[in-house]
């Protein structure tokens, strides 16, 4: 019993203790800090909701079904030719600090857009997508504007086709992005508390390494 209190206390003492919170609240501290809006720019997060065009209406002529046209829909929400009107709409080269007119630099700005928006059919059938932006308002027109243009789109294709116009049926808005009051990234928390628990292993690690453990230091 001694000697499992003696393997405790090499490591539990009063000063030891102190020391792991000491370097936890400055760590956690430190991190609040530097994410601050004055170092760290946050995302702000904005959904807009809408059906796929004709995602009520079955057309017998080309058997096609409302998953289907949904996941079509998608298709062409995330197409290069969306990123090329929105980019006409919002400039999105000078947006994300880019240079116009370069090969490299367009395929930049498609990573970044992928990233910052995402286009999935949520579990009511409906098309969803969410807009990151520094920007609380910005994100939400981002969104709004991404339903707009894929009808527009849609509209487009399909009057390509030997379908009659008439029978284009738009899209329906649900749900219309609204600016976001808390920034989804960077999460702050999060960091804090991995932070913390990084100086925690750190400073345990370090003690180890210049003390050694109790049989180590026995055997000195």
């Given amino acids: 019993?001694?000697?499992?209190?003696?393997?405790?206390?090499?490591?539990?003492?009063?000063?030891?203790?102190?020391?792991?919170?000491?370097?936890?609240?400055?760590?956690?501290?430190?991190?609040?800090?530097?994410?601050?809006?004055?170092?760290?720019?946050?995302?702000?997060?904005?959904?807009?909701?809408?059906?796929?065009?004709?995602?009520?209406?079955?057309?017998?002529?080309?058997?096609?079904?409302?998953?289907?046209?949904?996941?079509?829909?998608?298709?062409?929400?995330?197409?290069?030719?969306?990123?090329?009107?929105?980019?006409?709409?919002?400039n999105l080269m000078r947006r994300f600090g880019l240079h116009s007119g370069q090969e490299q630099e367009k395929s930049r700005m498609l990573h970044e857009l992928n990233n910052r928006m995402k286009v999935e059919r949520n579990r009511y059938g409906a098309v969803s997508v969410k807009f990151l932006d520094h920007d609380?308002?910005?994100?939400?027109?981002?969104?709004?504007?991404?339903?707009?243009?894929?009808?527009k789109i849609w509209q487009n294709i399909f009057s390509n086709s030997n379908l009659p116009r008439n029978n284009t049926p738009g899209s329906r808005m649900v749900s219309y992005a609204i600016p976001g009051h808390q920034p989804v990234k960077p999460n702050r928390l999060l960091l804090m508390v991995l932070a913390g628990g990084l100086a925690v292993f750190v400073l345990v690690a370090l003690r180890i390494i210049q003390f050694g453990t109790p049989h180590e230091e026995k055997n000195r």
Avoid: C
């Fill in 136 to 151: 609380p308002d910005m994100a939400a027109e981002m969104a709004n504007s991404v339903l707009v243009l894929g009808d």
């Fill in 1 to 90: 019993m001694n000697k499992n209190n003696s393997n405790i206390s090499w490591i539990i003492n009063k000063r030891f203790i102190g020391i792991l919170l000491t370097g936890f609240a400055v760590t956690v501290i430190l991190t609040y800090v530097i994410t601050l809006r004055v170092f760290i720019k946050p995302f702000y997060e904005s959904e807009a909701i809408g059906f796929a065009p004709g995602m009520f209406q079955k057309d017998e002529q080309e058997g096609s079904t409302p998953v289907g046209q949904s996941d079509a829909y998608i298709q062409i929400l995330r197409s290069s030719v969306m990123a090329d009107s929105l980019n006409r709409l919002f």
